[in-house]
């Protein structure tokens, strides 16, 4: 476990004489995680409705201004900071509900990693903190013509309520019916390249010639509507998705011949002579790369299109299930947790559970325990698993 727990500021002042300013006013905690200290402010300066990080290296004595992935946290009253793992720095919201309480700091996991290639700074990355066990993303991959469409067209005409598709960017022209921020992002391909440097995108690639790529914001926007995120990518794509921390489904849609695809892609009638070649061309090497051992979970050959849907809701675990399914269970919580915690808060950890006391005086003294011992996923976005618990004093009435 990386180092000592949670510092108050005026240690940190007392230990690093660099000159670096911290700010007295608003709430900062100082969370260590190896040769890091990372300096969590909920006031970064800029504006006062979000939280602001920065970085101190020990073995340099040098300060950094990170560069901060995925959506912040609101401004809250208060924060509590527990360093997780050496991974994550779980940060806990002062007056907030329960569902919005528990996020994390993202400071060296696959994502951050990989991140960290594409950029001169330190990275690192918020994710909200998920409770219970919210159903995986679902990527779908497969050579253009195959099908995936038409059979993400029909998971979600069926289960409207239940699966939200991720609206990617692409530099593509539009086709006949498609529209602008339903079925893409139309974009220039300048805007696109400016946004994939500011970290803004999960993943993207050259794809027939063209870029595509997944925003963080549309598998976010997903997310926050309580769907289950589908991800319709292609294989390279794919394969970034399994490289970071986002826990997904990935589905191969295999064509039942080669003859088959080129039929479909010209029966489809969107593309010209041309590019049917160039996407004729390329499955060859997609068909090949969605073999690629424990890159995808599952193949469904689509021959026979209302056989390979029902194979496709079987292994979702709709099989079954006719019409609209609900939404997976979203718990509405009570405002519970009012915790202006910064001034006066305890924090204990064991393992991956933390218990938080709220320093409220009196009769309305709370803990907050938070249960973080299976978590999946991970930023961009979200941090699927967590438990959290808001216990009411006397300790003895949870017990037991
Ligand atoms: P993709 O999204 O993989 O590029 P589409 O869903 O657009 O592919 O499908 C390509 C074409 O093939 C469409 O015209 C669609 O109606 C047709 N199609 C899809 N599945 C089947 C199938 N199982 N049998 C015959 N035609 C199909
Ligand atoms: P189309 O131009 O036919 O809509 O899509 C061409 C290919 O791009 C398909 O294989 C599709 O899966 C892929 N694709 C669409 N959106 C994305 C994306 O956001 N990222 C990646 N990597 N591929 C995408």
Redesign the pocket.
């Known amino acids: 476990m990386g180092g000592a727990p949670v510092l108050s500021v005026d240690d940190l002042k007392g230990g690093f004489s660099n000159g670096f300013e911290l700010k007295s006013e608003g709430s900062q905690t100082a969370t260590v995680i190896g040769d890091k200290t990372y300096v969590i402010s909920g006031n970064d300066g800029e504006s006062t409705s979000t939280f602001g990080v920065r970085v101190f290296t020990k073995s340099t004595g040098e300060w950094a201004v990170p560069k901060v992935l995925g959506t912040k946290p609101n401004q809250c009253k208060g924060h509590a900071a527990v360093p997780l793992d050496e991974e994550r720095i779980l940060v806990v919201r002062g007056d907030s509900t329960l569902d919005d309480c528990a996020w994390f700091l993202e400071v060296d996991t696959k994502f951050i990693r990989q991140q960290r290639n594409n950029s001169d700074t330190e990275v690192v990355a918020w994710s909200k903190g998920v409770r219970g066990d919210v159903e995986k993303p679902i990527v779908i991959s497969?050579?253009?013509?195959?099908?995936?469409?038409?059979?993400i067209s029909k998971l979600m005409k069926e289960f409207p309520e239940m699966f939200g598709f991720s609206v990617s960017h692409t530099t593509r022209a539009p086709r006949n019916k498609e529209e602008d921020g339903v079925h893409y992002h139309f974009t220039d391909l300048s805007v696109m390249e400016k946004d994939i440097k500011d970290g803004k995108f999960l993943e993207f690639a050259s794809v027939h010639g063209n870029l595509y790529g997944t925003s963080v914001e549309a598998v976010e926007a997903v997310a926050d509507a309580g769907k289950i995120c589908i991800l319709?990518i292609d294989v390279q794509g794919a394969r970034s998705v399994r490289s970071t921390s986002l826990e997904a489904i990935f589905i191969f849609?295999s064509p039942p011949s080669f003859e088959?695809l080129e039929k479909?892609?010209c029966?489809?009638g969107t593309e010209t002579e041309e590019q049917i070649q160039k996407r004729l061309q390329n499955a060859r090497t997609e068909l090949e790369q969605g073999q690629s051992p424990g890159l995808f979970d599952h193949i469904l050959i689509?021959?026979?299109?209302e056989t390979?849907y029902e194979n496709l809701k079987k292994l979702l675990g709709l099989d079954g299930r006719i019409g609209a399914a609900p939404a997976p269970a979203s718990k509405s919580l009570p405002r519970l947790v009012d915790l202006p915690m910064v001034s006066d808060h305890l924090v204990s950890k064991i393992d991956h559970r933390i218990l938080i006391n709220c320093a409220t005086a009196g009769p309305n003294k709370k803990l907050v325990l938070i249960e973080a011992s299976s978590l999946g996923g991970g930023a961009p976005g979200r941090t699927r698993g967590l438990d959290v618990y808001a216990i009411d004093y006397p300790l003895a009435k949870w017990r037991g």
Do not use: A, M, Y
Request: aromatic share 0%.
């Open positions: 497969g050579p253009s013509g195959v099908g995936k469409g038409t059979l319709d849609i088959e479909r892609l029966k489809r689509n021959d026979d299109l390979c």
